[in-house]
């Protein structure tokens, strides 16, 4: 009879042992499947972020050959009034100078 108790205790810690270990392999597996479906998400996040990156950086370029287009007429614009302010002051100058000594 106690080799009866012992024989089903035995077999119950086998069955026991059996059974964490299944367990622990499903755990292994979900872990790393979840693994996997993670780092997916984190590629698609990744490669979407990417994308959303350059588009932006091109926005931000066109934008700025606008803006330095625009700076640039806009200086060219002022240049042209300054020498022109400049050689009407120029010819008021020396015309002061003629009459002054002529």
Known sequence: MASETVKKI?????L?????????QRRD??????????????????TEASKESGR??????KKLDEYRAK???QCE??????R???DKNMSR??????????
């Open 10 to 14: 035995l077999e119950a810690e086998a």
């Open 16 to 24: 026991a042992d059996r059974k964490t270990s299944e367990a622990r």
């Open 29 to 46: 597996d979900v872990i790393n499947d979840a693994q996997g479906k993670a780092a997916l998400t984190v590629q698609k996040s990744l």
């Open 56 to 61: 932006i950086k091109a926005e931000l370029e």
């Open 71 to 73: 700076a640039g007429q």
């Open 77 to 82: 614009e002022r240049i042209t009034e300054i």
């Open 84 to 86: 022109s302010t400049a």
């Open 93 to 102: 100058a020396v015309e002061a100078i003629i009459s002054e000594y002529f």
